[in-house]
């Protein structure tokens, strides 16, 4: 929209008579002014609705809006003379939208993932980060790919648009799954050694209905840790079981290896409690596809 | 140990001033802002001889101001609003979250057949993705050595494990 050559004029502060002219300046001015409104609701925390009725008498519209957190919050709070709800500065979906990522970047709000509290975080909350980033990669690869995208709101996501079927579903694109056994093995191993207390688990972790991606991590903890009991042998072979039965679903040679059951490790080393060693695993493959339909349904079955 | 608020409050601590500073001109930045978001509702609505309404609230939930000024026409305004059906209602409208993706779909498409505009995106998107996968590395490294070496509490679960387990 950004025109080149130094062809701005200042525009003469009168009604616009030519209807072309007028449409035109309507929705580049609309846009500009949502686009003003937009970076103060991120920038300010603002919470604004806009509605604009269009330039022509003839339309199928009556109002263009635009409303953060949304056009209804913001006019019912103003017609009931009450604060509209506060909106979370941060939150998951926000976290996970790249158009807002980009943007809070664009204002110099820099990168969420960035932030130093992230390091203190515990491992749990580390890798609900990391799906989030997952996601957002995703939409990033699909950005930078050669096919047209577009914006599905219902998804909430960036989808590759096809000539036949525009609304294509995510799990439709050729997407690389590598939901490999090693993924299950090493989320398992570190979810069951970092999660002791099922209360605060409880407490930090997120509830999201609806969405596929999130709920899969409340689940796969809450089910790891159902059968743990510390300081009982038996609970050790459970966790192992559960690795070993989640990796059938997968078919993969190099990972047998690592599928050894506890009773093979060192027994006094303290390191490495899982009777393997967890340096060995290859830490990039088994990141690489976290976050799917497939691993939902891959830890759900065991 | 709750490591999430004494980590927080050890931020807040170490970042006192560049807070203050920082919400300094921020406040500064934001009254502008907001000038110059009643100025352009003004322009609009002279230059296409249309209605415009823009309301505005703060972090607080505190109205900051209206487009127009006059109440009576503000409400005259969402009274026809609220009159509309969801459905007609929901025509033409958008959020943030839509509203933003809709530009990187826009700029995307530019994307694709103007060559400058492509080296741009692809810069900004690069860097972007570059940004994560560097702190995705980072993080796989931290929960990996974090289950290595577990912290204070863990020390009673290595002793049980460490057990002979043939």
Known sequence: ?302 | MDSLTSSSSMTKKNTKLSIRNKTRFKNTNLLLREKTILKKALELSVLCDNEICVIHYDREGNLVNTYPEDQRQVKDILERYNSLSDGEKLKKNTNLSQFFNKKLVNEKRRALTDADEHTKFTQKVGEFKGSMEDKLQMLKDMVRDLCLFPRSSSSDHNRARSEPLS
């Open chain 1, 1 to 302: 929209m950004v025109k080149r050559g130094g062809t701005k004029r200042k525009a003469d502060m009168r009604k616009i008579i030519d209807k072309s002219s007028k449409a035109v300046t309507f929705s580049k001015r609309r846009d500009g002014l949502f686009s003003k409104a937009a970076q103060l609701c991120v920038l300010g925390d603002a919470q604004i609705a806009i509605l604009a009725t269009p330039p022509s008498s003839n339309s199928n519209v009556c109002f263009f809006s635009f409303g953060h957190s949304s056009v209804d919050s913001v006019v019912s709070a103003y017609l009931s003379g009450q604060r509209p709800v506060p909106v979370p500065e941060e939150s998951k979906e926000m976290r996970e939208d790249i158009g807002i990522c980009m943007a809070r970047k664009e204002l110099g709000l820099g990168y969420w993932w960035d932030d130093d509290k992230l390091a203190s975080k515990s491992p749990q909350e580390i890798m609900q980060a990391m799906e989030s980033m997952k996601i957002l990669l995703r939409d990033a690869e699909r950005l930078l790919g050669d096919e047209a995208v577009d914006f599905d709101q219902r998804k909430g996501s960036l989808v590759v648009v096809h000539e036949k079927n525009e609304n294509m579903s995510k799990s439709d694109n050729a997407e690389q799954p590598l939901i490999t056994t090693e993924d299950d093995q090493i989320m398992s191993v570190c979810d069951s050694f970092c999660n002791y207390n099922k209360d605060k688990n409880a407490a930090l972790s997120t509830t999201h209905a609806g969405e596929n991606f999130e709920e899969w991590s409340d689940m796969d903890f809450e089910q790891l840790l159902s059968g743990f009991d510390f300081g009982n042998k038996t609970v050790e072979e459970d966790d192992d079981h559960q690795i070993v039965a989640v990796s059938e679903n997968h078919c993969s040679n190099n990972n047998n290896a690592l599928l050894l059951p506890a009773a093979e490790g060192e027994p006094n080393d303290e390191q490495e409690p899982f009777g393997f060693d967890i340096a060995d695993l290859d830490l990039d493959t088994i990141f690489e596809g976290l976050s799917s339909d497939e691993f939902a349904h891959s830890f759900l079955m065991s």
